[in-house]
């Protein structure tokens, strides 16, 4: 990846502060995406004790030329395929957290969330993020690793 030239200073230079409180949100909404690798679409699949076709016709769908993980319509909105309200009273927990894939990993700290502090306030309002802003400071070296990540997660059918 190409180095970009950055300021000198950004708006999250002192880190940011988050902590997962197992709500869902980021996990539901609007209609959207969860898009995966195929690296992570092996994982997923071994994980659930399925072959790769199989994981990909029960649990995926083609969008383009990417594939996303299946949403159902739940109470709060579409709801990943893997999102668990039952398990644990109050709760909502990732059926697969161990192999979710990478954009999954970095939230909140996407490339458009970090953009600028008011980019950080509307994720936080449009999700709604109970867990931004609050618990573990994450370092500015932290958050840009988290954003990198983010950034070179290859899509499903892209490279492949």
Not at 78 to 94: E, I, N, Q
Not at 124 to 149: H, N, W
């Amino acid at each position: 990846m190409e180095p970009t030239s950055e300021p000198a200073s950004v708006w999250y230079q002192d880190g940011l502060r988050f902590e997962c409180t197992q709500c869902g949100n980021c996990c539901t909404g609007g209609p959207g995406a969860v898009w995966f690798t195929p690296d992570e679409g092996r994982a997923m699949a071994a994980s659930l004790g399925l072959d790769e076709e199989e994981f990909l016709r029960r649990y995926s769908r083609r969008i383009g030329t990417r594939r996303s993980l299946n949403e159902h319509r739940g109470e709060r909105g579409f709801d990943c395929t893997f999102l668990d309200r039952t398990s644990l009273p109050g709760k909502a927990v990732c059926g697969i957290y161990a192999v979710r894939p990478q954009q999954c990993r970095t939230w909140p700290f996407w490339p458009e969330n970090i953009e600028s502090d008011a980019a950080w306030a509307e994720a936080k309002a449009r999700t709604p993020c109970p867990g931004m802003g609050r618990g573990r400071l994450y370092s500015f070296v932290e958050i840009r690793i988290q954003r990198d990540l983010d950034r070179k997660a290859t899509p499903f059918g892209v490279d492949s």
